[in-house]
């Protein structure tokens, strides 16, 4: 199986600050990683997918970036909706693994 | 719109069986392939199992083989999973989620999402 590994595990951040997440991979995985946000007591919510391409909907300020091994989550100016955990995932083989998240705080 | 509804989860005791369904709706069920992600409480994320779209391949996560079963009914837009055997650790929110395919692999909708609570 494909481990994913992201750091940092938490963060604190202000509203309006630039904040990046790392996400590396076991192996390569070319790009197929993608992004979710997840809120407390909410599913999971696709942020980017194939590492930079941005889902329908979700805000300009989240963009992605890498290929192979080590992928980054870029969010430009935080605001206060975007508080939350993020995962990355790959899937480029089956067990589609997920890295063990960032929670993002105030 | 596109929506999934799972259902099915409760309280059960270690051994027991339930099994979780999934509604979906708003999209060609019989065009996706799906998937279960679990969930436990205050941990991360974990894969579970696939299923195609026709219902022909399906995988399990070696944590749930031999005891989960991933089916589905394209004439009744459901998504079910089968869990036998249970034991304390598959004790999550179980959600279902699409498998989208253009321009890359990804889970682009999910269901809430079902509590699973295996104690004695």
């Known amino acids: 199986d494909i481990q994913m590994t992201q750091s940092p595990s938490s963060l604190s951040a202000s509203v309006g600050d630039r904040v990046t997440i790392t996400c590396r991979a076991s192996?390569?995985?070319?790009?197929?990683l993608n992004w979710y946000q997840q809120k407390p007591g909410k599913a999971p919510n696709l942020l980017i997918y194939?590492?930079?391409t941005l889902q329908s909907g979700v805000p300009s300020r989240f963009s992605g970036s890498g290929s192979g091994t080590d992928f980054i989550l870029t969010i430009s100016s935080l605001q206060p909706e975007d508080f939350a955990t993020y995962y990355c995932?790959?899937?480029?083989?089956?067990?589609?693994?997920f890295g063990q998240g960032t929670k993002l705080e105030i | 719109e596109v929506q999934l509804v799972e259902s099915g989860g409760g309280l059960v005791q270690p051994g027991e069986s339930l099994r979780l369904s999934c509604a979906a709706s708003?999209?060609?069920?019989?065009?996706?392939?799906m998937h279960w992600v679990r969930q436990a409480p205050g941990k991360g994320l974990e894969y579970v199992s696939a299923?195609?779209?026709?219902?022909?391949?399906?995988y399990y996560a070696n944590s749930v083989k031999g005891r989960f079963t991933i089916s589905r009914d394209n004439s009744k837009n459901t998504l079910y999973l089968q869990m036998g055997s249970l034991r304390a650790e598959d004790m999550a929110v179980y959600y279902c989620a699409r498998w989208g395919s253009e321009g890359g692999y990804y889970f682009d909708y999910w269901g809430q999402g079902t509590l699973v609570t295996v104690s004695s």
């Open positions: 708003g999209f060609t069920f019989s065009n996706y392939a």
């Open positions: 192996q390569s995985i070319s790009s197929y």
């Open positions: 194939a590492a930079s």
């Open positions: 995932q790959q899937t480029y083989s089956i067990p589609y693994t």
């Open positions: 299923i195609s779209s026709n219902g022909g391949s399906t």
